[in-house]
């Protein structure tokens, strides 16, 4: 009987340390497996917010926010005199009063005080703008220069030692890229940094209001879902290795995280324009309205790809040059134009004012050869 318990005693204890070797291996194999997801999304937030806080080190010297300075004179009210039978109603003069509030933002480019920022957000020509550089130091704008087919518009100060900002290529941007908005949201919110993505590219959008009349049509311009607010226009987007790679300009105003960027090579380009003219700031000019054909809309309708053109512009080059509505534009200056990858408005750009090009069009089933001198938009 003593033999019998203590062998039942042995296989206990054998089983007991069994069990225990078992599960020190499942509880020492499960927290080696779970480890594993929280430390590679460690490495990842990681990764991403030590790229983000270098881009945004790196790049705020070189961002600024646009200031206005204007008067406004508020409606007037209109006071009734009963003492007064043949003029009872009488028009109190409005009060003038002075505005100074921050109303959006840029980006140096230049060492010696050449900003870039949106159009629309130095639109009054009547008022006097300043410039409140990172460091908190301000400068009065002293010339403006307004592009006028795009939304965009070179500032100068008076100052040196600035810190440009990088310009990058948005011609091979790619869709989920990552991209950092910085900006002063509202007018009140200086060097406020956003995150996101890149959403879409090539869109088209309406920017302004028709009830404020101020509407323009913008073409390939870049969709990102980083936090885009008014305030925020003229200021950059930026890549991952701190290189503006647009402009932001525009959000919906019927979505959410849907914000809109010029493509910084449309700025590269009117500053080689500019550059190129000594400060006299010319702008090639065609003078028509058009919408590209693709080539499935082209094979649909049995005419070429290229630019037809919907409206031409009274007096402008293209009328001089006998391009007429309804053309279809094939090759400008020795570029085929062949759908939405050889946009017209890019081709005119790369012109000089003054210059004669060799224009190509279909008409009625007929391809011909006009001379067109290009016009400035000033």
Request: no cysteine; aromatic share 6%; glycine share 10%.
């Amino acid at each position: 009987m003593k033999k019998i318990i203590i062998a039942s005693i042995l296989v206990l204890l054998g089983i007991l340390v069994g069990l225990g070797i078992n599960t020190s291996n499942l509880s020492s194999q499960f927290q080696n497996q779970s480890s594993l997801l929280p430390h590679s999304t460690k490495q990842t937030v990681v990764y991403e917010q030590s790229v983000i806080t270098k881009v945004v080190k790196d790049s705020l010297p070189s961002v600024v926010t646009v200031g206005i300075s204007t008067t406004q004179t508020n409606p007037g009210s209109i006071e009734f005199n009963p003492f007064n039978p043949f003029s009872p109603f009488q028009q109190l003069p409005g009060e003038t009063q002075k505005i100074q509030q921050n109303i959006g933002s840029g980006f140096i480019v230049t060492s010696d005080g050449m900003i870039i920022t949106n159009k629309h957000v130095v639109s009054d020509t009547n008022a006097a703008y300043q410039i409140v550089t990172n460091d908190n130091k301000k400068y009065d704008v002293a010339k403006i220069y307004r592009d006028p087919l795009n939304d965009l518009a070179i500032l100068k100060i008076n100052a040196s030692g600035l810190k440009p900002l990088p310009l990058g290529d948005s011609s091979n941007l790619e869709l989920g890229q990552l991209v950092v908005a910085i900006g002063t949201p509202l007018g009140e919110f200086n060097n406020t940094v956003t995150s996101g993505i890149i959403s879409g590219l090539g869109r088209g959008i309406t920017a302004g209001s028709p009830l404020e009349g101020s509407v323009e049509k913008l073409n390939n311009v870049i969709q990102t879902d980083a936090a885009i607010n008014p305030g925020n226009s003229g200021g950059p987007l930026l890549n991952s290795n701190g290189q503006a790679i647009g402009i932001n300009t525009a959000i919906a105003q019927s979505g959410q995280n849907i914000g809109f960027a010029i493509p910084i090579n449309s700025v590269k380009t009117l500053l080689s324009n500019f550059q190129k003219t000594g400060d006299n700031f010319q702008q090639p000019f065609l003078g028509v309205r058009y919408k590209m054909i693709d080539q499935q809309l082209a094979l649909m309708n049995d005419v070429p790809q290229g630019a037809y053109v919907i409206s031409i512009v009274t007096g402008s080059p293209a009328d001089k040059g006998g391009i007429q509505q309804g053309d279809i534009i094939t090759e400008f200056a020795g570029s085929s134009i062949q759908g939405n990858n050889q946009e017209l408005s890019q081709i005119v750009l790369k012109q000089r004012v003054g210059e004669k090009i060799k224009v190509a069009v279909w008409r009625n089933g007929k391809t011909l050869s006009l001379n067109v001198t290009i016009g400035s938009a000033n």
